[in-house]
């Protein structure tokens, strides 16, 4: 039996019918996040991993973490005077600062009264009348951020509209365009519609509404703002396109069906799109209002592209191969050479002189913007200038259990040896279309990839199915009645390690947040013999009722809907971690998740943790901890340190100073 006494937590007999099937819920009243009973056994529960805790060195951790922290880049970068505004984010806060050329801040947005009980998330200027100014808001425990107009001169708001998801101005004719969704849990609906704000007449008027069903809306604006492309988004991939024209006000269906493009920007009547429908790699469109579409780039085989800018007047398109980013011109199809073979790259916004601003990084280097013209690749701020010339980076590929080859980073000292006892941590997504290519930091934990091993660990980044990868079949592969593909896919990368000798069994750390929670659950579950131990954020893992969460019918496109057929009910019930815990020993194992989340609300995690609690015949433990004013994230200020402070030390103890857990 466990060693640990867990806080006491009850169950109930609660059983549904599903298909026939008579479904037991044992804790299914730890649902409702405000039941007073709930809120007790949350504050035993961290009380209890406190406790745990309370031998560690919690506060020399966080000391150090403060300390050796890098700077932050900027992000949501918008061209503002002779520089940019940009957020600066820290721990989970957030602040705006007006930046120069360099993107060195030179003074912070002040936020005025009117917004005084909000985060404010990012903030963009009217091109045409810096007077108006967009800002992305949070208010206090709402489900999504908030978009808002400022007229900084009368510091009044123009706008206040929720369930925003994305916004652009028009440079064309200085008007504010954005999508508005909205979702019915019950009827398992989504609905979006597109809208266009004239900042100085504060008069908004609808542009654009799709009928059917569209889990969000997104918006993308030319370079010169005189098109604005709307995207009706039926799942993570495929969307429909309407073009339209912010001078006359026209719109402009340009696909009949549902389509996977990306848009790239409009030159010369044409919209330019990267196509992966027609083509596994993706090829290069041009679009005009007519439907007319003409091949500007064949697809190429070794190339998946993945997104594009223009730079002046000529287009670049960012790609991978083999999940490492290159970077080419659609005029002259010259490929410019990045300073790491295995790197990140990402467009990040405007430069003056019509100048782009990529963000590169990899495992060895740091995240830093670049300027490019074109020509000439510059650095405009680096968050570090460390050298690594110790840590090897090495991509190697795993067979799955279906036979599909997997591709993996393996990140070590340059004098590391396959003497299977390297303390190894692994991190993998797989899911919503999403690549995850090479990072200096481990965002879950906090854990800077160069720093861990320098000091004698192993880093595996695990590229497995569900994302964008390789192209489209890649994410096909690892959702719906697919996604046990992905825990497949994970498993076989680890045992691949382990069996090339750089590690055993019981020396492999693993984490995920979010889908990648449900990634760590499932695993926790399926395979708990092969984990040193577990940390698991904000998870997926009851994946019979996540449809019914607010935010569901967002995710059964990706997932599947349980009662759409017995067949997905029962391969959903075959991997959903809360219905499979069963009583073995299980490895050390931090869940952690926000009350305030409302992307995976924070009873997946409680009832995971609760029915692990009571099932694990080992010695390990088993921790929850619920953050009070923790979202889809990992806590904001102290709480945010003191959260990756147990995280790490949790890896560092059950990986580094014990040769077993």
């Known amino acids: 039996m466990t060693k640990h006494q867990y806080p006491e937590c009850k169950t109930v007999d609660v059983r549904e019918d599903w298909f026939g099937i008579s479904l037991p819920d044992p804790y299914a009243w730890l649902r409702d996040r405000k039941d007073p009973e709930v809120l007790d056994f949350v504050a035993r529960e961290n009380a209890y991993t406190d406790g745990f805790f309370r031998d560690f060195p919690v506060d020399a951790k966080i000391a150090a973490l403060k300390a050796a922290q890098l700077p932050k880049l900027p992000s949501s970068l918008s061209r503002f005077r002779d520089g940019h505004i940009g957020t600066i984010s820290r721990e989970g806060n957030y602040q705006i600062r007006y930046l120069n050329s360099q993107l060195e801040p030179v003074g912070e947005f002040s936020v005025p009264q009117v917004l005084a009980d909000r985060i404010v998330l990012s903030a963009a200027p009217c091109p045409v009348c810096e007077r108006y100014m967009a800002l992305m808001t949070q208010k206090p425990g709402a489900a999504r951020p908030t978009l808002c107009v400022l007229d900084t001169e009368t510091e009044t708001l123009i706008l206040d509209a929720d369930m925003v998801f994305s916004f652009e101005w028009s440079e064309a004719n200085g008007c504010l365009y954005y999508s508005s969704s909205e979702t019915d849990p019950v009827r398992q609906t989504s609905h979006s519609v597109f809208l266009c704000l004239n900042p100085q007449t504060a008069q908004t008027a609808k542009v654009y509404e799709d009928d059917s069903m569209a889990i969000f809306g997104q918006v993308y604006a030319s370079g010169d703002g005189a098109t604005v492309m709307a995207m009706v988004c039926e799942d993570y991939a495929h969307a429909r396109w309407i073009a339209l024209d912010a001078v006359n006000g026209e719109s402009s269906p340009l696909t009949e069906n549902v389509v996977e493009w990306e848009y790239i920007d409009t030159l010369n009547g044409e919209h330019y799109f990267i196509s992966l429908s027609d083509a596994a790699h993706g090829r290069v469109i041009a679009v005009r209002n007519t439907g007319e579409v003409r091949v500007a780039l064949p697809e190429m085989q070794d190339v998946i592209l993945e997104s594009g800018f223009r730079a002046g007047n000529s287009l670049y398109l960012i790609g991978h191969r083999d999940v490492s980013a290159c970077l080419i011109s659609l005029n002259t199809l010259a490929e410019y050479p990045l300073p790491s073979p295995f790197a990140a790259l990402a467009y ?102 160069p720093d861990w091993v320098e000091k004698g660990g192993i880093y595996l980044h695990i590229n497995n199915r569900g994302g964008n990868e390789y192209g489209p079949a890649w994410h096909v592969d690892g959702v719906g ?65 996540f449809a019914e969460d607010d935010r569901g019918p967002m995710y059964i496109t990706e997932y599947g809907n349980p009662r759409e057929s017995r067949e997905m009910f029962e391969y959903l019930l075959s991997y959903s971690p809360y219905h499979n815990v069963k009583a073995v020993e299980y490895p050390p194992t931090y869940i952690q998740t926000g009350e305030l989340d409302n992307n995976v609300p924070p009873y997946h995690g409680k009832k995971l943790a609760a029915r692990m609690q009571a099932m694990n015949t080992g010695n390990a433990p088993v921790l929850l901890r619920v953050l009070a004013e923790g979202s889809h994230d990992r806590g904001k200020g102290e709480a945010y340190w003191q959260t990756i402070a147990e995280m790490q030390l949790f890896l560092e103890h059950y990986l580094k100073e014990t040769d077993a857990c």
Not at 507 to 526: D, E, Q, R
Request: glycine share 8%.
């Open 481 to 545: 009645m697919n996604k046990r593909h992905c825990y497949e896919d994970f498993i076989s990368a680890v045992e691949s390690v382990i069996a090339d000798g750089w590690t055993r069994k019981g020396k492999v750390g693993i984490t995920g947040c979010s889908n990648g929670g449900l990634l760590m659950s499932a695993l926790v579950t399926m395979r708990p013999d092969l984990w040193g131990c577990v940390i698991d954020s904000v998870p997926h893992t009851d994946m019979i009722h």
């Open 348 to 449: 990040a916004g405007e430069a003056e002189n019509h100048a782009a601003l990529l963000r590169y990084e990899s495992f060895v280097d740091a995240p830093q913007i670049v300027r490019f013209d074109g020509t000439v690749w510059e650095t405009v701020r680096s968050v570090a200038q460390t050298a690594h010339p110790d840590v090897v980076t090495e991509q190697h590929f795993a067979v799955s259990a279906d036979g599909t080859r997997v591709p993996y980073y393996l990140v070590r000292r340059r004098d590391a040896r396959p003497d299977g006892y390297n303390p190894v941590l692994a991190y993998a997504y797989g899911g919503y279309n999403v690549s995850m290519p090479p990072w200096y930091t481990e965002t879950v934990t906090g854990t800077v990839i």
